[in-house]
């Protein structure tokens, strides 16, 4: 299994972002994709999952309204769209499949590596 994660960059308070995470040698049919995020001193946080299959998709509180999960099937895809990015959001983002819905990082079952997301103050 390999998740390629990519579009992490350098962004004003206010401005979005979209991040992407490139699936590959993984059935998804009925997987879990999620993304997460972690900044140094602190645990890995979740931040949002998508069921590959249903579409059911779930948000922690500190990103719902600003941010949105989604999957695009035929390029084995999963997108963060961030919006109203704000400093806290800062942080290294990083892909994660998982069997079930989770909430923490201990429930993911493979990881990508990590792209960097920097909101400017």
């Known amino acids: 299994v390999q998740l390629q994660a990519s579009g992490g960059g350098l962004v004003q308070t206010g401005g979005s972002l979209r991040l992407s995470c490139a699936l590959s040698?993984?059935?998804?049919?009925?997987?879990?994709m999620n993304w997460f995020r972690q900044t140094p001193g602190k645990e890995r946080e979740f931040v949002a999952g998508?069921?590959?299959?249903?579409?059911?998709?779930r948000y922690a509180d500190s990103v719902k309204g600003r941010f949105t999960i989604s999957r695009d099937g035929a390029k084995n895809t999963v997108y963060l769209q961030m919006s109203s990015l704000k400093f806290e959001d800062t942080g290294t983002y990083y892909c994660a499949t998982s069997d079930r819905a989770v909430a923490t990082a201990a429930g993911a079952r493979a990881w990508g590596q990590g792209t960097q997301v920097t909101v400017s103050s």
């Open positions: 040698g993984l059935t998804t049919s009925d997987n879990f």
């Open positions: 998508i069921r590959w299959r249903e579409g059911t998709k």
